[in-house]
């Protein structure tokens, strides 16, 4: 869901300060990443699609590593830092001071909890506002409780307040519903309770969870939506939880790919980051992992075993467990099984690069192909070149790195050396096991390779004895009768 207009009277607060404990990792918690992005970074894109008037982020624990990300995803946000308060209450108390005179709707959104959807935060603001009320929390009813806040009722079903796990009674700790930790304020009324606050409780910290009891207590409307989905509200806590956020999310990224014409054939072991963008009738098979900014276009099969880390795959090509990172592979191009592109390989319309080949920084034209057991590295072929097994571009010399120019319709033999810097012209061709030290006219055949001696009757006389010896006597010898016939014949 994308609203295009500003909603002036929303602003959206993240709360980005906490160490992440649980996750027991020197990365900040909300830097780890699913679907190829920050955890903070899904929360940012679902804050974007509301247009609100501002998005306010709360920072603390390794502070510049965690506002670089944000402002890299999103560079209009406001960075906040937070005290050395600890707790949710005090982080949303930063941010309202940075919106001075702002009296519209506060969203208050965990930089932990990234499965959230425009829509369900829309129809939160849109219950929030149709009720009037001070504050709109987002709740869930889950089967285990465990580590959430718990929402207690009161007698007639309303909202009475929120108690985390570690101050909760038996009684409380057994409510199974839970506060998802996104809530709507009206900003005036939360900055009221925010300043009456304490830090009075089991963790000594400034829960943004009071506010709801004292609003309550001031006879204030606070009202409760409880998510359709559980899943939407699932915070990240510890590694587990992580790993099971990223496998919803990717289950979601590959049923909208799925719906929009995309064959998958085994959702379970094909893994889409969010930034990826497939074209309807592309086929994705088992064990596939398409990554960061790569695009597949129409018609394209990529897999099984596949990993595509910000390529370009153009129309109709296919590519068979195969490996490569910032890779451009051509339309109805054909790669693998087992490719390396590594970044700068650039394959053209129909080319075909095999079994066993790893290329890097080098064009290959047109329906050229190298299909097997090559290293081509910095260099540029023409169009319909065809190199045989065994290619190799010698690039390095120890000091500095050359390239190979192979023109247009070349075709070398076997086993060949290249080394850089050379130039093979149009139409040359090469023999089989050429080293290729100097320049090849067009048209030219280059042979390197001394002409071959056959030394007669050398197994023989230095292995007498051996079955090699034994097969050779008897092939000559029927050689040497078959020649005598001949000659009496
Ligand atoms: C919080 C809620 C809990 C709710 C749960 C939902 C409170 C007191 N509790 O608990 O009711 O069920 O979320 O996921 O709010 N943060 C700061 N500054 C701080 C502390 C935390 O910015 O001083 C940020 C964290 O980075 C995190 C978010 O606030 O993004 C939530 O903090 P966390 O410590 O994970 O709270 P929970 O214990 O999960
Ligand atoms: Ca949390």
């Known amino acids: 869901m994308t609203q295009n207009t500003l909603d002036s009277s929303l602003a959206v607060v993240i709360l980005a300060a906490g160490q992440g404990t649980r996750m027991k990792s020197s990365l900040p918690k909300v830097l780890h990443r699913i679907g190829g992005r920050p955890l903070v970074g899904h929360v940012l894109d679902t804050a974007r699609d509301l247009a609100p008037q501002r998005v306010l982020v709360v920072v603390r624990h390794e502070r510049d590593q965690v506002a670089e990300a944000v402002l890299g995803v999103s560079p209009e946000v406001v960075v906040v830092d937070q005290d050395e308060i600890p707790g949710t209450g005090r982080a949303v108390e930063v941010a309202l001071d940075q919106l001075d005179g702002f009296d519209g709707d506060v969203l208050v959104l965990s930089g932990d909890v990234p499965l959230l959807d425009a829509d369900t935060l829309a129809a939160l603001i849109d219950a929030h506002r149709t009720a009037a009320a001070a504050a709109t929390l987002l709740s869930a009813i889950v089967d285990d409780p465990t580590g959430y806040g718990r929402v207690i009722r009161d007698a007639d079903g309303g909202v009475d307040r929120i108690v985390e ?26 900055r009221t309770e925010l300043a009456r606050v304490g830090t009075a409780n089991a963790q000594g910290e400034k829960y943004l969870t009071d506010v709801i009891g004292l609003l309550r207590g001031d006879g204030l409307t606070v009202s409760a939506t409880v998510a359709a989905d559980v899943a939407v509200t699932l915070g990240v806590n510890d590694r587990a939880q992580l790993a099971d956020a990223g496998k919803r999310l990717n289950a979601r990224t590959v049923r909208r790919w799925q719906l929009a014409g995309v064959t998958i054939q085994d959702p379970d072991t094909t893994w889409i980051d969010v930034t990826a963008t497939l074209a309807p009738d592309v086929t994705v098979l088992p064990n596939t992992h398409i990554q960061r900014a790569t695009t597949i276009a129409a ?3 990529v897999g099984p075993d596949t990993s595509l880390v910000d390529c370009e795959v153009g129309e109709d090509a296919r590519v068979t467990r195969t490996d490569a990172t910032l890779a451009v592979i051509g339309a109805g191009a054909t790669v693998g099984p087992f490719a390396y592109l590594r970044p700068g390989a650039v394959l053209g319309d129909g080319g075909k690069v095999g079994t066993f080949v790893e290329i890097k920084n080098s064009t290959i034209g047109a329906d050229s192909k190298v299909p097997h057991l090559s ?4 260099t540029t072929i023409g169009e319909r070149v065809n190199l045989g097994a065994g290619a190799i571009t010698a690039n390095y010399d120890d000091l500095a790195k050359h390239r190979t120019e192979i023109g247009d319709e070349v075709h070398s033999g076997s086993h060949n050396v290249f080394v850089a810097p050379v130039r093979i012209g149009d139409g040359a061709k090469t023999g089989a096991g050429a080293v290729i030290r100097k320049d090849v006219p067009a048209g030219a055949l280059a042979l390197s390779v001394a002409p071959q001696r056959n030394v007669e009757g050398w197994v023989e006389k230095n292995r007498p004895g051996t079955g090699a010896a034994d097969v050779a006597a008897r092939a000559r010898s029927a050689q040497k009768a078959d020649d005598g016939a001949q000659q009496e014949g």
């Open 299 to 301: 018609g394209a099969v």
């Open 165 to 190: 796990q570690k101050d909760a009674t038996a009684e409380e700790a057994a409510a199974r519903e839970i506060n998802a930790g996104v809530y709507v304020f009206r900003a005036t009324e939360l």
């Open 375 to 378: 290293y081509i590295g910095d």
